[in-house]
């Protein structure tokens, strides 16, 4: 099994910063993409920032240029730093990795979520 770890949440002004981190635990060959989702009240579940093993980046339009995802191969962590916060940035920020495990086995796992609130 893979544990993923969450830190970083909390309630920030708008126009402030967050750093959110992910940290991945247990049998992991290999891990394939990072990101991270958001979730608010009464909508889906949205992609946010992803990042390959080899670096690659793909963010939600709406955060281009305020958001920056980053990985730790060596650590199996993620980061996900957040600044010009906005109230509609507000949301459960989900950790999510697609990770190996044996030559059979690839799954996804995910975080338990950790609430950013964004307000004045």
């Known amino acids: 099994q893979v544990q993923l770890v969450e830190s970083g949440g909390g309630l920030v002004q708008p126009g402030g910063s967050l750093r959110l981190s992910c940290s991945a635990s247990?049998?992991?060959?290999?891990?394939?993409?990072m990101g991270w989702y958001r979730q608010a009240p009464g909508k889906e579940r949205d992609l946010v920032a992803v990042?390959?093993?080899?670096?690659?980046?793909n963010y939600l339009d709406t955060v281009k240029g305020r958001f920056t995802i980053s990985r730790d191969n060596a650590k199996n962590t993620v980061v996900l730093q957040m600044s010009s916060l906005k109230p509609e940035d507000t949301a459960v920020y989900y950790c999510?990795?697609?990770?190996?495990?044996?030559?059979?086995?690839?799954?996804?796992?995910w975080g338990q979520g950790t609430q950013v609130t964004v307000s004045s």
């Open positions: 990042i390959t093993s080899g670096g690659d980046t």
């Open positions: 247990g049998r992991i060959r290999a891990i394939y993409t």
């Open positions: 999510n990795a697609d990770v190996l495990m044996s030559s059979f086995r690839r799954d996804v796992y």
